[in-house]
């Protein structure tokens, strides 16, 4: 079992900038992969960013440039650093951890988070 908490969603004006954090706990040595989600109000969710645990970074074309995805690996956390935030980012965020293969490739996720980019 892996338990994600999410922080730092809220309101900011369009180029304004954000930073998401995602903390897990329990089985964290089961993780392989770790990212971020969103879900505008009638889409589907889609992939914002992943980082592996080896670092490697897999992002939408929609972000790249915009925003920046990184682990801290000592906490157990990954952050989502939001820049140049435009209307269309207004979205639920998800923290997804999934693990690996040998632990059955199982997917878990955060409560979700807020971000409103309105002026």
């Known amino acids: 079992q892996v338990q994600l908490v999410e922080s730092g969603g809220g309101l900011v004006q369009p180029g304004g900038s954000l930073r998401l954090s995602c903390a897990a706990s329990g089985s964290i040595f089961s993780i392989s992969r770790m990212g971020w989600y969103r879900q505008a109000s009638g889409k589907e969710r889609e992939l914002v960013a992943t980082?592996?645990?080896?670092?490697?970074?897999n992002s939408a074309d929609s972000v790249k440039g915009r925003f920046i995805i990184s682990r801290d690996n000592a906490k157990n956390t990954v952050y989502l650093q939001m820049n140049s935030l435009k209307p269309e980012d207004t979205a639920v965020y998800y923290c997804n951890a999934h693990l690996g293969v040998y632990y059955g490739g199982y997917d878990y996720w955060g409560q979700g988070t807020q971000v409103t980019v309105s002026s």
């Open positions: 980082i592996t645990s080896g670092g490697s970074i």
